[in-house]
């Protein structure tokens, strides 16, 4: 099916190593979420694209945590000098819009990719 | 600050019985509410969502129930089947805000016994 793709599924690194997550959501879907998930813990948002505006950066816990998304689809999650704490789940969403029709009252819906696993040893 | 939380981390039940996982919001500001399945090895899936303006809200097997009162959201099953089991997430976000980032809970582990 269509839904949101990311890749690796699982990566493994050493300490201070840097890594990249990629993402590829839902063609068509202008909005992007990152989130992070550690062990027994609920999502934590990390950042938001939408469109050609500036990301919400407001949830990258540390400067060594960046995004990019090119092209209006295709986003990279970099995480450079890993640290163990880093060691999540990292999960991709997008949504067609951010805002919803107003009709239904329903938010647009965030489809969710199945996740990058890091583990940072 | 914000912060959701769940009452209760695992609800184990029967197969056949109903089940009913709370969640505790803290953010006034919030006026959506979303519930979500996450599956070993898989990404959250939408289950139902609630706005503000309503106390609840009902689709297939499950109902949802906001208590704006005592900021409590609810998630009802019925006729839990071994498929429910899962970790289920609260989550809560701003209908205005300009990025309508969720705000998750810890999540919930459902066991459903046979």
């Known amino acids: 099916g269509a839904g949101v793709s990311q890749s690796p599924s699982n990566k493994v690194t050493e300490k201070g190593k840097d890594v990249e997550l990629r993402c590829d959501p839902i063609s068509g879907h202008t909005a992007l979420y990152w989130y992070r998930q550690s062990l027994g813990q609920g999502l934590e948002f990390l950042i938001y694209f939408q469109g050609n505006s500036a990301p919400d950066k407001s949830g990258l816990p540390s400067d060594r945590f960046s995004a990019e998304r090119t092209g209006g689809s295709v986003s990279t999650l970099t995480i450079q000098r890993t640290q163990q704490e880093d060691s999540a789940v990292y999960l991709c969403?997008?949504?067609?819009?951010?805002?919803?029709?107003?009709?239904?009252?329903?938010?647009?819906?965030?489809?969710f990719g199945p996740g990058t696993r890091l583990t940072v040893l | 600050g914000e912060s959701v939380g769940l009452h209760l981390p695992t609800l184990s039940v029967q197969e056949g019985d109903n089940s009913i996982i709370n969640c505790a919001y803290s953010?006034?500001?919030?006026?959506?509410f979303i519930w979500y399945k996450q599956e070993s090895g898989k990404g959250p899936q939408f289950i139902i969502d609630i706005r503000s303006n309503m106390d609840k809200r009902q689709g297939q097997r499950v109902t949802v129930l906001l208590n704006k009162t005592v900021k409590h959201l609810s998630l009802q099953i019925a006729a839990t089947q071994p498929g429910d089991s899962a970790v289920y997430f609260c989550?809560?976000?701003?209908?205005?805000?300009?990025?309508?980032?969720?705000?998750f809970g810890t999540g919930t582990l459902l066991a459903v016994q046979p």
């Open positions: 989550a809560e976000t701003f209908y205005g805000g300009a990025t309508n980032k969720l705000i």
């Open positions: 953010n006034s500001a919030s006026d959506y």
């Open positions: 969403a997008s949504s067609l819009i951010h805002m919803t029709s107003g009709v239904s009252g329903r938010l647009d819906e965030q489809f």
